[in-house]
């Protein structure tokens, strides 16, 4: 690993690894025993995907889009021992919610989870007169408190940074619209109290089709960034539209450490992209869509965690310098 190079965060020996297959030149590869979590894992689910793990404890912990069997759109907490075999709760999460007409559940998906001290986040998007993006904090991943929405309808992909930036809480989202938003750019804001959210920056838009197809019509926040010594390492989703509809690959972003709506490299080529049949088969095909990754500062290793085909979770390893590097050495910035 490149000695210069420093990566934040608590180290994380245990978390789920598995080194690049024999003959590979893949900058990430996929778990060999993928899918890590199937569809069915739980009695009534018809599907687990887009959901958000993070290190507790000894082990892991996380909140899991699981979408039930009258495709219900639900909310799941769980632990795991190894990231690997997870117990998630049959029983959709509750959140304690101080005023009724925000706290009313009407549907929840795509959850991230970032720690900021003994705190863990949750932001999803959450269903209040359309999508827009829910609020919550949890200690113990069993009683969760719901914040106020975060914005005004419509909004997807709310992704917290796991550090206050100039002073003030600071998120990624996705302005949308009510259906399957065929436009989207990334957006930055901050809050000095988790309620009131503004400093709106642009951070960036969907490329140029001739330039980088697979994020040519709109683009989302993927796992919380990460620290580094050359700026926020971010994961992010883009859509290609085809013929046959919409098509979900992952790619990478450095932004600027104390001003990061400033976009420093973007990646011109995907990481992952559907290619695997249960990437490419399901409820909704071609779609590999990131929502969590677990690190480990002292290797640089990284696991990400995503949603394939909108029915089964899927995990892919990869080296955050590498990452890295191939990020600036393909930027399309
Ligand atoms: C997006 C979100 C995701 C989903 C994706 C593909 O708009 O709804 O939850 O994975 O579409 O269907």
Known sequence: MDKQLQISGEPLPNMPWEERPAGSTAVMWRYSANPVIPGDLLPTSNSIFNSAVVPFGDGFAGVFRCDDTNRRMRLHAGFSKDGLRWDIDPRPLAFECEDREIGEWVYGYDPRVCRI???????????????????AWTEDFRTFHQLENAFLPYNRNGVMFPR???????????????????????FYSESPDLEFWGRHRHVMSPAPF????WQCLKIGAGPVPIETS????????GVLRSCNGY?????????DLEEPWKVTARSGPYLISPRELYERAGDVPNVTFPCAALHDPQTG???????????????AFGHIPEIIAFTKENSIV
């Open 230 to 237: 050359e700026g926020w390492l971010l994961i992010y989703h």
């Open 164 to 186: 206050k930036i100039n002073g003030r809480f600071a998120m990624l989202s996705r302005p949308s619209d009510t259906g399957h938003t065929a436009f989207g750019d990334i």
């Open 117 to 135: 001290g003994e705190r863990y986040y949750v932001t999803w998007c959450n269903g209040y007169h359309g999508p827009t993006i829910g609020v």
């Open 301 to 315: 290793r990284i696991a990400v965690y995503y949603g394939c085909a909108d029915t089964v979770t899927g995990l």
């Open 247 to 255: 098509v979900y690959a992952f790619g990478s972003a450095l932004l």
């Open 210 to 213: 001739e330039v980088s197809a």
